[in-house]
């Protein structure tokens, strides 16, 4: 099979990395609540159509721009996770991790099921005119909405950082990931702690949500396929690593892109998970090291 | 005496009687008897027979890997699907007979789960639950886009398969053995051995428990079993592809149906199996209904009844009974 | 006592009282059933089948119901959610004719559903009618005795853009993309039939891709047709990909002069979902409320006041369906199986999608059109006689 020229290759790989960048910000989430609440939370990628949805309507409904709205989406699933968490998993806390993990499986198929009833499966995609045009830097053309969508990601990215590394909350939170017992001897709220830990993370998934929303389209079902590439981000960056969330989803953006390029489109979700099974293989801890 | 004994015990006494009345004069004549009988069943109870043996089949083998052995596995999908393909594959190509089949088809399930155990079992809790999860997908993927197999549109069954109520007798067959293998399992000094693994792994390795061999033993066999009810499931549709074969819907189902039975119990799946279905049926005309309700089932299982509906039923039986648990 | 001992005997009895129960036989009432997708991927789809389906049968009750063995008898319509997934249409079959004992079967949508269905009929000897699969894909299965469709040939289909290039002398580079998916039609369509009229027709393939039903990227196989430069573009891929590849080819800026996309670009949510975007993409149809076939405007109009929505050609193959069905039960004045199937055999009369008479391979051809979304409505190019429009080329610059 012939490799294409040289501007094809050069723009599927420009269009893959800034595209990572907002695999970033998906996988963050995951690895917010993996690595301070060891929560397995296999509903992300339902949280993340549900931002889809909610910029969806938001748009049709009330006019606001997609990627204007973000902040109000994220917040208002932020609030709307509080007290999910509060329902759902403050009671299994101290069960282990299999309760949890499974109460978030059967929330996930809830979800789906409910945004089907609601929504039908009928495909939709997020309008902005943004969202279906090229931006040519030099030789090489991109959706101008991958650009768009790798700030936005990268922005969110290190106001997550802010937030863990220079805020009394943050100091907290570190806190209770590294021991949560000691942490609660130290007058830690731990539950609080993970709680909004939890909201955080299912913002970050309701704005990727979004961001995939205007670049490509959704149905109920869209979750799956970003959870998975989402665990992958989060094991190959070093669970709970927030730079390293952020250097591995763009790795993988380049690297979903060699594999198209190589092989098709097709195997880009492949490529992916293979990815993932090899750094599961090596070196379960994550390839970038240090921690947040 | 025979006590309330659903989790075995290390008395060789209550063992042995256990197993002489219930595996050995009980159930199989219960079998015998329901396999004449159902030769008067309308279709329906034939199909719905037929869906739950199998189901109760998969979910008796997740029970022993996750329940008995805490080896979470979100790949079930894969050994329903390779047992499917596979049997389609001998059919068309050998034109091997359906006794060979079959049981061939579980033994390819078993071999891609003795690949993938050296890698699999490198991986812990959570990360061997995703990891398994992934390489599911990842064979699903690859099977979509491989035309040596048919790729999406799949493959056809060369041959006509035998009638309803024959496939419902295999069925049954395939749940007897089953019932076997896990009766000797659980009843016996592998399962201690099991469950010690399950339990602390590194302590069990510490006394001597050679824990790679236990879990692969348990993987092995679980994938062969899991492999054979999709590969009955193949020759019934008579048409395999990997959207049905290797589709996330049987990891789902299998999960549901054990852990709101009551993982790591015996009676567990059955129960699981009953329940989930009956309620399929009954809400037949709406589907998203359907999964929406069990999810919530799920939830409210995990957070008052960890030990599913066998754990809650003998719970208040113990109570009613002013044992003292 | 033994809890264990309990439990077995529960369960054996739950076992055994279910086995004997039967369902409730209506013996005044005949049974159709069908198994469609009403959610999961095709359940646009789905939605038209239901109506066609529902309204066929509606009318007939008006009437009366089917006269047979001497008396008028109503139609009961059993229908079934497949959630696009084959084993459960196959799962779904065998329910309808076990418990809802159903006489006869209408047919679910796409080659894997209906062939799913088509196999357990065809196994236990019922009939069954289905629009919504393309013949070949059908006819490559294997030689049917119970299963019959009415639809269009892919051939037909493929063939059907460079047949109207060459009518309207429409002028291209004359270079072509292919890009389809991967399921039964799409490797006939995209890899067969369209590489092959291409090169009678002197145009080159510059690229044939085919991917899976599940790949929402299209950046790569986008932008390698765009630096092929081709002017005709040819797609074939289910909704969801459609909405997203038509997306992403603006966003690559990738405006070639003809674009077709097949299966894709024909339910109204597509145009919905791709706005102004849509303007002047083709997809093959088979049916408008302006052909001049018995019902053709007045079902649409139904179908609108109705349902508040847009017509699809759909409801018009399914209600067809049901009405050969129906036709043919009333034909053999009887509710014997083999005699119903012989009946379907003799169909010849005109409906509502056109005439329809099943050859020796149990398959009616329906003729195809070619559509074009324009403005938010679906209009009829091509050929100049069904024509109720203009053709657009080139295809809009998006801006």
């Known amino acids: 099979m012939s490799l294409p020229n040289f501007e094809v290759i050069a723009g599927s790989l420009a269009s893959g990395l800034l595209l990572g960048g907002s695999l970033s910000l998906i996988a963050l989430g995951l690895s917010i609540s993996l690595g301070v609440m060891r929560l397995v939370n296999l509903a992300h990628g339902e949280l993340l159509v549900c931002g889809a949805y909610l910029s969806y309507f938001l748009l049709n409904y009330l006019g606001i721009d997609p990627i204007l709205g973000l902040p109000l989406v994220g917040a208002m699933v932020a609030v709307i996770a509080l007290p999910f968490h509060r329902l759902l998993i403050a009671p299994l806390a101290g069960k282990g991790m299999e309760a949890p993990m499974m109460t978030m499986f059967g929330f996930s198929i809830i979800l789906q099921n409910l945004m089907l009833l609601s929504f039908s499966a009928d495909t939709r995609t997020i309008e902005a005119s943004y969202a279906t045009q090229p931006l040519a830097m030099g030789p090489v053309t991109v959706p101008k909405i991958y650009l768009i969508g790798f700030f936005v990601s990268v922005a969110l990215v290190w106001c997550v950082h802010m937030v863990v590394s220079r805020t009394a909350f943050g100091r907290e939170l570190r806190a209770s990931s590294g021991d949560p017992g000691a942490a609660a001897t130290l007058g830690v709220d731990v539950r609080r702690v993970h709680a909004i830990t939890f909201s955080m993370g299912a913002a970050c998934a309701a704005m990727g949500g979004i961001l995939i929303g205007t670049a490509f389209s959704f149905t109920p079902s869209t979750g799956a396929t970003y959870l998975l590439i989402s665990f992958a981000i989060v094991v190959l960056g070093g669970v709970g690593n927030i730079f390293g969330t952020l250097v591995a989803g763009i790795a993988m953006g380049v690297l979903q892109s060699v594999g198209a390029v190589i092989l098709g489109d097709g195997y880009r979700d492949l490529v992916g998970l293979i990815l993932f099974l090899l750094a599961l293989a090596l070196r379960p801890g994550g390839i970038v090291s240090g921690r947040a | ?90 059919v068309n190509k050998a034109h091997c007979p359906l006794y060979l089949a079959i049981p061939a088809a579980g033994l390819a399930a078993s071999l891609l789960a003795l690949l993938v155990s050296r890698a699999v079992f490198r991986l812990r809790g959570l990360y061997f639950t995703v990891g398994t999860l992934a390489l599911a997908e990842a064979l699903r993927m690859f099977m979509v886009n491989y035309d040596g197999f048919g790729g999406a549109s799949g493959l056809f069954l060369a041959e006509d398969p035998p009638s309803l109520y024959v496939l419902f007798c295999i069925a049954l067959v395939l749940m007897a053995f089953t019932t076997l293998v896990m009766s000797i399992a659980t ?47 193949g020759l019934k549709v008579g048409t395999v592809e ?76 113990a109570k009613k009974q002013g044992a003292v648990t | 006592m033994n809890f264990q001992y309990k439990l077995t005997k529960l369960s054996t009895a739950v076992c055994l ?210 630096s092929t430069g081709a002017d005709v573009v040819l797609v074939d891929a289910i909704p969801p990909q459609a909405i997203a590849m038509r ?10 002069k003809v674009l077709v996309m097949e299966k894709g670009a024909e339910p109204e949510f597509f145009a919905q979902a791709t706005g102004k975007l849509a303007d002047g993409v083709l997809v093959g149809g088979y049916w408008d409320p302006s052909f001049p076939y018995p019902g053709a405007a007045d079902l649409a109009k139904r179908f609108e006041s109705d349902t508040k929505q847009t017509q699809s050609q759909h409801i018009a193959d399914s209600h067809a369906a049901a009405q050969v069905l129906m036709d043919a039960i009333a034909a053999a004045g009887t509710l014997d199986r083999e005699k119903i199937n012989a009946a379907i055999a003799k169909t010849n009369k005109n409906y509502v999608i056109g005439p329809v008479k099943f050859d020796a391979t149990n398959t009616s051809a329906i003729p195809i059109t070619l559509m074009q979304w324009q403005s938010g409505k679906a209009v009829v190019v091509w050929p100049k006689d069904r024509a109720n429009g203009k053709l657009l080329f080139p295809l809009p610059e998006a801006k």
């Open chain 2, 1 to 90: 005496m025979l006590h309330a004994a659903y989790e075995p015990t290390n008395d060789p006494e209550v063992i042995d009687m256990i197993q002489k009345n219930v595996s050995r004069i009980l159930v199989p004549s219960l079998l015998m008897a329901l396999a004449i009988a159902s030769q008067g069943f309308s279709d329906y109870a034939l199909e719905i027979g037929f869906r739950l043996l199998v189901m109760i089949t998969l979910a008796e083998a997740w029970n022993l890997l996750a329940g008995y052995g805490g080896l979470v596995s979100l790949g079930t999908a894969s050994f329903v699907g390779i047992g499917a393909y596979a049997l389609t594959g001998l």
């Open chain 2, 187 to 233: 009843a016996s000094r592998f399962s201690i051995l099991l469950r010690s693994v399950r339990d602390d792994e590194d302590a069990a390795a510490q006394i001597g428990v050679r824990a790679f061999r236990i879990k692969l033993i348990a993987f092995v066999v679980a994938s062969f079993l899991m492999g054979m009810a999709g590969a009955l499931q």
């Open chain 2, 242 to 317: 990997p959207y049905g074969m290797f589709g996330i819907q049987w990891t789902v189902s299998v999960l549901s149906i054990v852990i709101i039975g009551g993982q790591g119990l015996r009676w567990g799946p059955i129960v699981g199996a009953l329940f989930v279905i009956a309620l399929g049926e009954l809400l037949a005309d709406y589907p998203a209904l359907h999964l929406a309700i069990t999810g919530l089932i799920l939830i409210v299982v995990i957070r008052f009844a960890p030990k599913g509906l066998v754990g809650l039923a003998s719970a208040m039986s």
């Open chain 3, 17 to 226: 009282l279910a086995g004997v129960v039967a369902s409730a036989h209506a013996a005044d009432e005949i049974v159709i059933g069908a198994s469609i997708p009403l959610s999961g991927p095709l359940a646009g789809f789905g939605m038209y089948q239901k109506w066609g389906y529902e309204t066929a049968v509606k009318d007939q009750n008006k009437a009366g119901g089917i006269l047979v063995d001497g008396k008028k008898i109503p139609v009961r319509l059993v229908i079934r959610d497949d959630k696009t997934d084959p084993n459960v249409t196959a799962g779904n079959t065998e329910s309808l004719l076990s418990r809802d004992n159903a006489i006869a079967l209408l047919g679910s949508c796409t080659p894997a559903l209906v062939n799913a269905g088509a196999l357990v009929a065809e196994r236990r000897k019922v009939p069954i009618v289905a629009g919504c699969d393309p013949l070949g894909a059908f006819r490559s299965v294997r030689k049917w005795n119970y299963a019959w469709v009415m639809f269009f040939d892919e051939g037909d289909l493929a063939t059907a853009p460079f047949r109207m290039m060459s009518d309207y002398g429409i002028s291209t580079n004359k270079k072509v993309a292919i890009l389809a998916d991967n399921g039964p039609d799409g490797a006939v369509v995209g890899g067969k039939i369209w590489p092959e009229t291409a090169k009678g027709g002197g145009y080159t393939v510059e690229q044939n891709t085919s991917f899976p039903t599940d790949t929402q990227q299209f950046t790569s196989m986008v932008a390698q047709a765009k």
């Open chain 3, 247 to 256: 997306k992403q080819m603006a966003s690559a800026g990738f405006s070639p």
